[in-house]
Structures are given as structure tokens and as C-alpha cells.
């Protein structure tokens, strides 16, 4: 029974990344070097528009990073949604700053634009908008907000590879950062990796300097620049945040396949849209315009309507049941006991993320998964709801 199990994820690491892999192992050099040069330049030519990329080891230190670069300091406050992973808010208290959080739009399952002005006070900072499942929040509205009361906007761009909204590709925008996440589920993945993206000199030159103990010069550099190897100045207390060669060297291979792998989750998020349409649930909020949008579908969300007796809970116990995994994105930071008691947070001041909640789950959607794993999964949507 066990043995027929879906799981709700598994990377797809083809035979070409494990021989990347064996190449860096083999060459001498396994921490931060070219590899990781080279990661990052073709990251920033597939974002194109002259952004600079920054490997890191995570996305949650790329936040950190980009917020330090960004001078968010104690007290500030920062604008995020309510649901979101507690990365996104966690990264904001490292710096002694506060997120301040917003509830989303059902429509789209991203921050409310609509309730962000009013969340702003004198100590407000900054905004991290998160293109949550991959579906673009609007940058436009927002950098219009930022603009208007001098905010700086950090994108997590976690599930957002590639995501477009108005033709413009998320990481072009004239937000200050953007960082996307290399994590295992994600849409590419370096085991455990991030990418920091801005067009901001200053912005980046910080990141560099933070990612790796504050030290003014890199890895790489102080091992191939004539300078010796010795000499270096610390000009703050950094971090170690940087990303392996290894890891870079899984990158490389992914992100030449991102839109071999875009196209394969779109064909599949399709096919569950069309096959799931006239059962007794929420479809995924789709692209406002196909011509000029596009989802990166990292995620396939259903919610149950109301008119389904069984709970939550319940449904995702009869898929596991009938061998299928499933998971849920995410439990609203409200309801979690360290952002609820520390910011007093109750559903109330949250309905959406609330109601979202309750009724939510995330279907099984990846690339290693057969048309007949889908069938599957379809199947026993269709057993339980009919
Ligand atoms: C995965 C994720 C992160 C963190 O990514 P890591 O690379 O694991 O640090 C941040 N924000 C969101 C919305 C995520 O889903």
C-alpha cells in the first residue's frame, strides 16, 4: 500500500545535475568559486534587465540580507502578508524591526492591496509582497504605495520563478530586491540555496559583503586576485550565507531547465483546472490576462466549498488514505503562537486568511509526476467529493 504512496513533492534531479555535481567534487574547489560565479550570471542574464544575482545559501538569508541592505533597523516596521511561511516575517525580527501583518485578497490569495495604506505609520519601512503559489502579486499598485510614502519593496520571490504580470517578469520590476528560493520543493532547486536579485549598486555590494562575514572581498576573489590570500578587512559583523559550488553546480543544470519545467507544471496545473471544474471546489486564482501574465504554478491550491460536509482535515485524511499526499500553504502566521502572542493577532483582524484556511490544501504538482500519477490524484478527488 505504502509502496504506491504519492508523495506531495520530489525535486527532479536528473542524471546531468549528479554529473555537474561529481565535476565540482572532482575539480579542487567545492565552496564559493566559479561555479557560483557562474550561477549567478546566468541567473541575472535569465532575469535580464542588467540586475545583479547574489547566491546565498537560503532564501531566508537573502531576506535577511536584503532587509540589512535596505537598513531596516529596530523598531521599523514592515508591511507582509498574513500568509505567508514564517520566513517572511521571521527575517524581519532578526534586525529587532516588526512585520506588521495584512490580510489577503481572496481573489488572489496575495496581500490585500487595498489594506496596505492603511497598516502604514511614521515607523513603516518597508513592504514584502510574496507571489504566493507563483501568481504575481500587483507590483504596479504596489510600487505605487511604496512610491508614495517612501517605502523600500523586498519581493519573496520564493515561489516566482518565472512569473510575469503585465509582461514584465518578476526580478524586473523597480522593486529594491527580489530573492527566490532554491529549497528542495521549489520550482528549481540547489538542495537548499537562494538568490538575491536588485539593480541597486549599493544594495548589492552590501549583500556581498554580509553573506560572508563582512569580509571586503569574496571567497573567490581572495583566492584568484593578485592580492594575497591573506589580506582582507572586515568592515561590519556578517554572516555565512553564502552558497557552495556544489549546490551551484545543481543550479546551473535546473535553471537551464526552468522552462522546460514551467511548461510541464503549466500543462499539469491545466489539466487539474479542467478536470476538477465542476466539483464542489475553489479553484486556484488564475492570471488576470493570459497574453500578458504567467503563473509559475510552484503551487495547485484547492479550497473546499462550503457545501462539502466533510472538514479539512478529513479530506486530506481520506487522500492519504487512498495513497496521495497532499500539504497546506500556508497555516496563517496568525494563528501561530509566537507571531499571535507577540503581536497579539486574533482571526477577527483576519477573515480571509481565516476563512482561506480552514478549507485549503495544495493538490501534489511536479515534474518527476506521471500523467497516471495525476489520474490518480484526480480520481480520488472525484471518489471523495462525488
Ligand atoms: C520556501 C519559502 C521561503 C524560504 O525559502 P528558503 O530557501 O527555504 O529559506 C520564504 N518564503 C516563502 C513564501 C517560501 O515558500
Redesign the pocket.
Given at each position: 500500500m505504502m509502496n504506491n504512496f504519492l508523495p506531495f513533492a520530489i525535486p527532479d534531479i536528473g542524471a546531468e545535475e549528479i554529473a555537474a555535481v561529481v565535476e565540482t567534487m572532482k575539480s579542487g574547489w567545492i565552496t564559493t568559486g566559479p561555479k557560483t560565479k557562474e550561477f549567478e550570471q546566468t541567473f541575472a542574464a535569465f532575469i535580464g534587465n542588467n540586475v545583479e544575482a547574489i547566491a546565498v545559501n537560503?532564501?531566508?538569508?537573502?531576506?535577511h540580507l536584503a532587509l540589512e541592505a535596505c537598513g531596516i533597523g529596530l523598531n521599523d516596521e514592515v508591511i507582509i502578508p498574513v500568509l505567508?511561511?514564517t520566513?517572511?516575517a521571521e527575517v524581519i525580527r532578526y534586525l529587532g524591526a516588526h512585520p506588521v501583518f495584512v490580510d489577503c485578497d481572496l481573489n488572489t490569495l496575495n496581500i490585500d492591496v487595498e489594506q496596505i495604506e492603511q497598516k502604514i505609520t511614521p515607523r513603516t519601512k518597508a513592504i514584502i509582497p510574496?507571489h504566493?503559489a507563483g501568481l504575481a502579486c500587483d507590483m504596479e499598485a504596489i510600487l505605487a504605495i511604496a512610491k508614495k510614502h517612501n517605502l523600500r519593496v523586498i519581493e519573496?520571490a520564493?515561489?516566482a520563478l518565472p512569473s510575469k504580470i503585465n509582461n514584465t517578469l518578476i526580478g524586473q520590476h523597480k522593486s529594491d530586491v527580489i530573492?527566490y528560493?532554491?529549497?528542495a520543493?521549489?520550482t528549481i532547486t540547489t538542495g537548499?540555496?537562494?538568490m538575491i536579485v536588485t539593480n541597486d549598486a549599493k544594495i548589492a555590494k552590501r549583500c556581498k559583503t554580509m553573506r560572508l562575514h563582512g569580509i571586503d572581498r569574496d571567497a573567490f576573489d581572495r583566492y584568484t586576485s593578485n592580492k594575497p590570500a591573506w589580506q582582507y578587512d572586515i568592515v561590519a559583523p556578517g554572516y555565512k550565507y553564502n552558497l557552495s559550488d556544489i549546490a551551484s553546480s545543481i543550479g546551473i543544470v535546473q535553471l537551464s531547465k526552468v522552462d522546460l519545467f514551467h511548461e510541464q507544471r503549466s500543462k499539469m496545473a491545466a489539466k487539474y483546472t479542467r478536470e476538477l471544474a465542476n466539483l464542489s471546489i475553489v479553484l486556484p486564482p488564475q492570471v488576470k490576462n493570459s497574453h500578458t501574465d504567467t503563473h509559475a504554478w510552484?503551487l495547485y491550491i484547492i479550497q473546499l466549498e462550503d457545501t462539502v460536509k466533510l472538514s479539512r482535515d478529513q479530506f486530506i485524511q481520506q487522500m492519504s488514505d487512498n495513497g496521495i499526499g497532499t500539504s497546506v500553504?500556508?497555516i496563517p502566521l496568525h494563528l501561530m503562537s509566537y507571531w499571535k502572542n507577540q503581536y497579539n493577532l486574533t482571526s477577527a483582524q483576519f477573515p480571509q486568511a481565516t476563512k482561506y484556511f480552514n478549507r485549503a490544501l495544495s493538490l501534489p504538482l511536479y515534474t518527476k509526476m506521471t500523467a497516471a500519477d495525476q489520474d490518480k490524484v484526480i480520481g480520488v478527488i472525484k471518489k471523495i467529493l462525488t
Amino acid at each position: 500500500m505504502m509502496n504506491n504512496f504519492l508523495p506531495f513533492a520530489i525535486p527532479d534531479i536528473g542524471a546531468e545535475e549528479i554529473a555537474a555535481v561529481v565535476e565540482t567534487m572532482k575539480s579542487g574547489w567545492i565552496t564559493t568559486g566559479p561555479k557560483t560565479k557562474e550561477f549567478e550570471q546566468t541567473f541575472a542574464a535569465f532575469i535580464g534587465n542588467n540586475v545583479e544575482a547574489i547566491a546565498v545559501n537560503s532564501a531566508t538569508s537573502g531576506l535577511h540580507l536584503a532587509l540589512e541592505a535596505c537598513g531596516i533597523g529596530l523598531n521599523d516596521e514592515v508591511i507582509i502578508p498574513v500568509l505567508t511561511f514564517t520566513a517572511t516575517a521571521e527575517v524581519i525580527r532578526y534586525l529587532g524591526a516588526h512585520p506588521v501583518f495584512v490580510d489577503c485578497d481572496l481573489n488572489t490569495l496575495n496581500i490585500d492591496v487595498e489594506q496596505i495604506e492603511q497598516k502604514i505609520t511614521p515607523r513603516t519601512k518597508a513592504i514584502i509582497p510574496v507571489h504566493l503559489a507563483g501568481l504575481a502579486c500587483d507590483m504596479e499598485a504596489i510600487l505605487a504605495i511604496a512610491k508614495k510614502h517612501n517605502l523600500r519593496v523586498i519581493e519573496d520571490a520564493a515561489h516566482a520563478l518565472p512569473s510575469k504580470i503585465n509582461n514584465t517578469l518578476i526580478g524586473q520590476h523597480k522593486s529594491d530586491v527580489i530573492v527566490y528560493s532554491f529549497y528542495a520543493t521549489k520550482t528549481i532547486t540547489t538542495g537548499e540555496g537562494g538568490m538575491i536579485v536588485t539593480n541597486d549598486a549599493k544594495i548589492a555590494k552590501r549583500c556581498k559583503t554580509m553573506r560572508l562575514h563582512g569580509i571586503d572581498r569574496d571567497a573567490f576573489d581572495r583566492y584568484t586576485s593578485n592580492k594575497p590570500a591573506w589580506q582582507y578587512d572586515i568592515v561590519a559583523p556578517g554572516y555565512k550565507y553564502n552558497l557552495s559550488d556544489i549546490a551551484s553546480s545543481i543550479g546551473i543544470v535546473q535553471l537551464s531547465k526552468v522552462d522546460l519545467f514551467h511548461e510541464q507544471r503549466s500543462k499539469m496545473a491545466a489539466k487539474y483546472t479542467r478536470e476538477l471544474a465542476n466539483l464542489s471546489i475553489v479553484l486556484p486564482p488564475q492570471v488576470k490576462n493570459s497574453h500578458t501574465d504567467t503563473h509559475a504554478w510552484h503551487l495547485y491550491i484547492i479550497q473546499l466549498e462550503d457545501t462539502v460536509k466533510l472538514s479539512r482535515d478529513q479530506f486530506i485524511q481520506q487522500m492519504s488514505d487512498n495513497g496521495i499526499g497532499t500539504s497546506v500553504h500556508f497555516i496563517p502566521l496568525h494563528l501561530m503562537s509566537y507571531w499571535k502572542n507577540q503581536y497579539n493577532l486574533t482571526s477577527a483582524q483576519f477573515p480571509q486568511a481565516t476563512k482561506y484556511f480552514n478549507r485549503a490544501l495544495s493538490l501534489p504538482l511536479y515534474t518527476k509526476m506521471t500523467a497516471a500519477d495525476q489520474d490518480k490524484v484526480i480520481g480520488v478527488i472525484k471518489k471523495i467529493l462525488t
